[in-house]
């Protein structure tokens, strides 16, 4: 019914910078936010950045000034511009989005995509 396909990781220098994409598609009839959360080996997956569907955003403070969550939903598309990496950044990125389908208007669910890696070498 939905899919999320993300795009966009890869190996990176500290300092330096990439952007994620993810474009959701199906029978989806209203996006209600969409976001990134990550998971390092080892660790918890934890929540780096949402954007609510009127454009609020919600950041983790580690990535703070670094990263920019913005979402064109014209494409239904979200974005992470990651800027500044560190090596701490190096996790799975899988973004996520919450959202009611054609079939099933009257709730809402959340979706997830399959992930891609990001890596900081030091």
């Known amino acids: 019914q939905v899919q999320l396909v993300e795009s966009g990781g890869g190996l990176v220098q500290a300092g330096g910078a990439l952007r994620l994409s993810c474009a959701a598609s199906g029978t989806i009839f209203s996006i209600k936010a969409m976001g990134w959360h990550r998971q390092a080996p080892g660790k918890q997956r934890e929540l780096v950045a949402t954007?609510?569907?009127?454009?609020?955003?919600n950041y983790a403070d580690s990535v703070k000034d670094r990263f920019t969550i913005s979402f064109d939903n014209t494409k239904n598309t979200v974005y992470l511009q990651m800027n500044s990496l560190k090596p701490e950044d190096t996790a799975a990125y899988y973004c996520?989005?919450?959202?009611?389908?054609?079939?099933?208007?009257?709730?809402?669910?959340?979706?997830w995509g399959q992930g891609t890696q990001v890596s900081v070498s030091s």
């Open positions: 954007v609510i569907s009127g454009g609020s955003t």
């Open positions: 996520t989005a919450v959202l009611t389908t054609v079939q099933a208007m009257g709730s809402m669910s959340r979706y």
